[in-house]
T-cell receptor, first 112, second 114 residues
Framework: QQQVKQSPQSLIVQKGGISIINCAYENTAFDYFPWYQQFPGKGPALLIAIRPDVSEKKEGRFTISFNKSAKQFSLHIMDSQPGDSATYFCAVTKSGNTPLVFGKGTRLSVIA | DSGVTQTPKHLITATGQRVTLRCSPRSGDLSVYWYQQSLDQGLQFLIHYYNGEERAKGNILERFSAQQFPDLHSELNLSSLELGDSALYFC?????????????FGEGSWLTVV
């Protein structure tokens, strides 16, 4: 059973556009929602994370929107750049000794 | 550079063989996690060690085992290898056990079973 569902699988966005990646989860006990960015040949790296006590978190061009009632959260990349081309993973976990569970990833291509 | 070191970077081996993947966590990190990444399954959690003790187990096959040594480095042992075990194996580390801590990933070990 997939604990977090991520969509779309792939995304092509024009330079300067907005990239939006969505994730949905079932377990209301989850309380930490990070996004990881992975470039080819590299390991995933933490990009931004949110906890359920806020509905939005922004860091530079990257924003997480969190909808607790819908059990969904999304990553918005404003003014997308070719250097943002990578695979993005959402993840979920809950307090305590619980490992991160990842979505299946979204391959983003930003074209000029 | 995340500070997590994995060796070897690439490994090609035959079915039925056994391999050992090695991981050195970031300085000061007590937790080590192993993940398997494949095209169809994404990032799958295998196992978590904290300061030498196993803390959580995920979808790890019985043919696979891991340990964390007193110097905190970890090894993932894969035996009786099958073609389907071909994947990218990541080690990650964090300071504590709480998953809200930032987890830092190494660059992975590519395993190809032929």
């Amino acid at each position: 059973q997939q604990q977090v569902k991520q969509s779309p699988q792939s995304l092509i966005v024009q330079k300067g556009g907005i990239s939006i990646i969505n994730c949905a989860y079932e377990n209301t006990a989850f309380d930490y929602f990070p996004w990881y960015q992975q470039f080819p040949g590299k390991g995933p790296a933490l990009l931004i994370a949110i906890r359920p006590d806020v509905s939005e978190k922004k860091e530079g061009r990257f924003t997480i929107s969190f909808n607790k009632s819908a059990k969904q959260f999304s990553l918005h990349i404003m003014d997308s750049q070719p250097g943002d081309s990578a695979t993005y993973f959402c993840a979920v976990t809950k307090s305590g000794n619980t490992p991160l569970v990842f979505g299946k990833g979204t391959r983003l291509s930003v074209i000029a | 550079d995340s500070g997590v070191t994995q060796t070897p970077k690439h490994l090609i081996t035959a079915t039925g063989q056994r391999v050992t993947l090695r991981c050195s966590p970031r300085s000061g990190d007590l937790s080590v996690y192993w993940y398997q990444q494949s095209l169809d399954q994404g990032l799958q959690f295998l196992i978590h060690y904290y300061n030498g003790e196993e803390r959580a187990k995920g979808n790890i096959l019985e043919r696979f085992s891991a340990q964390q040594f007193p110097d905190l480095h970890s090894e993932l042992n894969l035996s009786s290898l099958e073609l389907g075990d071909s994947a990218l194996y990541f080690c990650a580390s964090s300071m504590g056990t709480f998953s809200g801590n930032t987890i830092y990933f190494g660059e992975g070990s590519w395993l190809t079973v032929v």
